[in-house]
């Protein structure tokens, strides 16, 4: 019997286009079976079984680690590969200069090419999932057929996948389409193709993370961004937290930052000793999807059901909760064991014994690799809420963004109205550690830190932040954090971790109506009485620098901004550029 054959014979869905493109894809890519996936624990337990017993997958230390298994990824296969992803739109300005483009036609060619006969003498796995709460009107479903048990293993806890995902796709009819093989792992075989106007990924030559769980990146960001345009909402690169006050009110935050700084840790925050009362809730650590509810009130969901994080520098004091979250039920990806098989990365005491390739640790170098992984049950963090199911999203009061910059942006300031606020999103940066002695580094921007994951031109995406002025009159206020300023001899002036929450009760105060602030040329800066220090060691010169701007030092960083915003030409809203010279023109 051919493949496509046993495909039809193996149909699992009462949809019939659904049906066909599993058809489609095993007679292109020719595998020994096909396995409908439905999410039961005992799938997933025959799963494990089966990666442990070919190696793909290694039992850790069950005192200690309790169902927790060590994942070694291809040397050549460790990260997310931007220099490989594109975005296929016919008409190529759609994709904008922020994306890598191809003509779909070329690309659906090559991937074809690729994939033939890809998944001989392995298994094709269909997954079907759900991003967000199941019974939410907001959730968007996709389906993912990959050849990789751990990516079905991984699926499994960053999304609700399985059969009720499976009904929802056979009520509604529509499914983002993913495609992935690992194929030979080569790297000149490596790409990841994102057709927006088909909702359609495909992913090969790669088994790492973001490049193999279509659901992340690829669907929740790439597609989802261009679905949200479309659809009036928005997708983003956000955490989502709440933040309690000792009286039990709750505001909502959400929160954008590039990689490397502190998103996970924020999302999980344990409030210091100093503010006895103050909780802090986490809804989800990494993606946002924004929705304008019928009352006109902005709301978010969080599409994913675990996290993916980084786990090197992670421990006890760095972020206890996920120090705690992944001590048992977690998969870990590239890090190093110790003699009695318990997982270790940089920031842990003890000693490896083992690398994260498996081999005799000699000291040179890191044990694990500095983009090892955890995957995770969201519901296993002791800041989980239970909000983070609620099918209408939480309400957002307030959206942040920030980046690590060692001056420049003072600790925290607000935007004057939203469409400053786009601006403020439009031009956020982080600063690069630069290699040569004495450089102040390379200052890369960012926009809402999705320059990686927009799935469109940001020209057209800044003018659908804009378009929510049309939507709604009760839009979140929006405000700019910087942890990361650093005085003459290169040491950090503000605490961070915890004590950034002393940030956020200003924030909550504002939204809260409770406290004034500093009408400043770039936006409005708390006075030093109303930021909570109390407890810490912080010398008052060092709060008046961090919450006070130096007007030369912005008059660079808009010039900076006014050269970025031109590389996106025509597709640039005129807003922003009048946005953009109201700053210039208070700087005077």
């Known amino acids: 019997?051919?493949?496509?054959?046993?495909?039809?014979?193996?149909?699992?869905?009462?949809?019939?286009?659904?049906?066909?493109?599993?058809?489609?894809?095993?007679?292109?890519?020719?595998?020994?079976?096909?396995?409908?996936?439905?999410?039961?624990?005992?799938?997933?337990?025959?799963?494990?079984?089966?990666?442990?017993?070919?190696?793909?997958?290694?039992?850790?230390?069950?005192?200690?680690?309790?169902?927790?298994?060590?994942?070694?990824?291809?040397?050549?296969?460790?990260?997310?590969?931007?220099?490989?992803?594109?975005?296929?739109?016919?008409n190529r300005e759609d994709a904008g200069p922020n994306n890598l483009w191809m003509d779909p036609a070329e690309a659906n060619a090559k991937m074809d090419d690729l994939l033939r006969g890809a998944m001989k003498g392995r298994t094709l796995y269909v997954i079907p999932y759900c991003m967000g709460p199941i019974d939410s009107p907001h959730s968007r479903c996709g389906v993912e057929i990959t050849d990789s048990a751990y990516v079905v293993a991984n699926m499994r806890i960053m999304t609700n996948m399985g059969e009720a995902a499976l009904k929802r796709i056979e009520r509604e009819g529509t499914f983002v389409k993913g495609l992935h093989s690992t194929g030979?792992?080569?790297p000149k075989k490596r790409?990841?193709?994102?057709?927006?106007?088909?909702?359609t990924i495909k992913s090969v030559g790669s088994g790492y993370?973001?490049?193999?769980?279509?659901?992340?990146?690829?669907?929740?960001?790439?597609?989802?961004?261009?679905?949200?345009?479309?659809?009036?909402?928005?997708?983003?690169?956000?955490?989502?937290?709440?933040?309690q006050n000792p009286q039990g009110q709750v505001h909502y935050v959400a929160a954008a930052f590039p990689s490397a700084c502190g998103k996970t840790n924020l999302a999980m925050m344990v409030p210091p000793a100093s503010?006895?009362?103050?909780?802090?809730?986490?809804?989800?650590?990494?993606?946002?999807?924004?929705?304008?509810?019928?009352?006109?009130?902005?709301?978010?969901?969080?599409?994913?059901?675990?996290?993916?994080?980084?786990?090197?520098?992670?421990?006890?004091?760095?972020n206890a909760n996920a120090y705690e979250t992944i001590k048992k039920d977690t998969i870990f990806t590239n890090v190093a064991v110790t003699a009695d098989n318990q997982p270790w990365w940089e920031g842990l005491s003890g000693t490896p014994a083992l690398d994260w390739q498996g081999k005799p640790y000699t000291g040179n170098g890191p044990?694990?690799?500095?983009?090892?992984?955890?995957?995770?049950?969201?519901?296993l963090n002791p800041a989980y809420s239970t909000m983070a199911e609620a099918p209408e999203g939480v309400p957002i009061s307030a959206i942040l963004f920030g980046g690590r910059r060692r001056e420049v942006p003072p600790l925290?300031?607000?935007?004057?109205?939203?469409?400053?606020?786009?601006?403020?999103?439009?031009?956020?940066?982080?600063?690069?550690?630069?290699?040569?002695?004495?450089?102040?580094?390379?200052?890369?921007?960012?926009?809402?830190?999705?320059?990686?994951?927009?799935?469109?031109?940001?020209?057209?995406?800044?003018?659908?932040?804009?378009?929510?002025?049309?939507?709604t009159q009760k839009l979140p206020k929006v405000f700019h954090v910087n942890w990361f300023r650093q005085d003459k001899n290169g040491k950090f002036m503000w605490p961070g971790f915890g004590d950034n929450l002393r940030v956020l009760k200003w924030i909550f105060d504002r939204c809260e109506g409770k406290v004034d602030a500093q009408d400043t040329a770039i936006g409005y800066l708390p006075h030093a009485k109303d930021l909570d220090v109390s407890g810490l060691n912080l010398d008052p010169a060092t709060l008046e620098q961090l919450l006070s701007i130096d007007a030369s030092a912005?008059?660079?960083?808009?010039?900076?901004?006014?050269?970025?915003?031109?590389?996106?030409?025509?597709?640039?809203p005129e807003r922003l550029r009048e946005e953009h010279a109201k700053v210039v023109k208070r700087l005077g």
């Open 191 to 199: 790409f990841i193709m994102h057709f927006p106007e088909e909702l």
């Open 1 to 90: 019997m051919s493949t496509s054959n046993a495909a039809l014979k193996a149909a699992s869905s009462s949809n019939a286009a659904l049906n066909n493109w599993v058809a489609e894809v095993a007679s292109l890519t020719q595998p020994d079976r096909i396995h409908w996936c439905t999410g039961s624990d005992a799938e997933n337990a025959s799963l494990i079984s089966q990666m442990l017993a070919s190696g793909d997958l290694v039992k850790l230390n069950e005192k200690t680690h309790p169902n927790c298994y060590l994942h070694r990824s291809n040397p050549t296969d460790v990260a997310r590969v931007e220099h490989l992803t594109f975005i296929c739109t016919r």
């Open 209 to 243: 993370g973001g490049n193999a769980l279509l659901g992340k990146k690829c669907h929740a960001l790439r597609i989802a961004s261009w679905q949200a345009r479309t659809e009036g909402w928005l997708a983003e690169h956000m955490l989502i937290m709440g933040v």
């Open 412 to 471: 925290v300031y607000q935007a004057r109205d939203w469409g400053h606020g786009v601006l403020v999103g439009a031009g956020m940066a982080s600063e690069t550690t630069a290699a040569a002695v004495g450089e102040v580094g390379i200052v890369r921007r960012d926009s809402m830190a999705m320059k990686p994951f927009c799935g469109y031109n940001f020209g057209d995406y800044w003018a659908h932040w804009f378009s929510f002025e049309q939507r």
């Open 367 to 379: 044990a694990a690799h500095p983009n090892a992984r955890f995957t995770v049950s969201a519901k």
């Open 554 to 572: 912005w008059r660079h960083e808009m010039a900076d901004i006014g050269k970025y915003l031109n590389d996106f030409g025509q597709r640039t």
């Open 275 to 318: 503010m006895p009362g103050w909780k802090i809730w986490t809804i989800g650590d990494d993606i946002c999807w924004l929705h304008v509810d019928s009352e006109g009130q902005l709301r978010a969901i969080n599409p994913e059901t675990g996290y993916f994080g980084v786990v090197p520098g992670t421990n006890a004091k760095t």
């Open 184 to 186: 030979d792992l080569d």
